[in-house]
Nanobody, 125 residues
């Protein structure tokens, strides 16, 4: 069983920044792909960014140029730096881990085994 604990959400004005963190239990963190997803009210959960075990990164179009995903395997932690935030970025942000894939990444939420509890990000205009 893997437990994920997220932090770093909050209320910020448009144009501001936040840094989300997600710390996982488990001794094989470095072998997992890690993803950040978000879900706004009335919308489906969508991928924001993914980082593979080798450091390959994927960003949704909405995140390119503004958000940065990174990982620190020594701390079992994945980060999501959110810059130049917009009101449409308002959502609950979730981290997730894919413990089964050894090659490549998946951007569908169905490919992830464990999820954090979510952290609210609210961007005011």
């Amino acid at each position: 069983q893997v437990q994920l604990v997220e932090s770093g959400g909050g209320l910020v004005q448009a144009g501001g920044s936040l840094r989300l963190s997600c710390t996982a239990s488990g001794r094989t963190f470095s072998s997992w792909s890690l993803g950040w997803f978000r879900q706004a009210p009335g919308k489906e959960r969508e991928v924001v960014a993914v980082i593979s075990r080798s450091g390959f990164v994927y960003y949704a179009d909405s995140a390119k140029g503004r958000f940065t995903i990174s990982r620190d395997d020594a701390k079992n932690t994945v980060y999501l730096q959110l810059n130049r935030l917009k009101p449409e970025d308002t959502a609950v942000y979730y981290c997730a881990v894919d413990t089964s894939r050894t090659v490549g990444i998946v951007t569908s939420s169905r490919g992830y085994d464990y999820w954090g509890q979510g952290t609210q990000v609210t961007v005011s205009s």
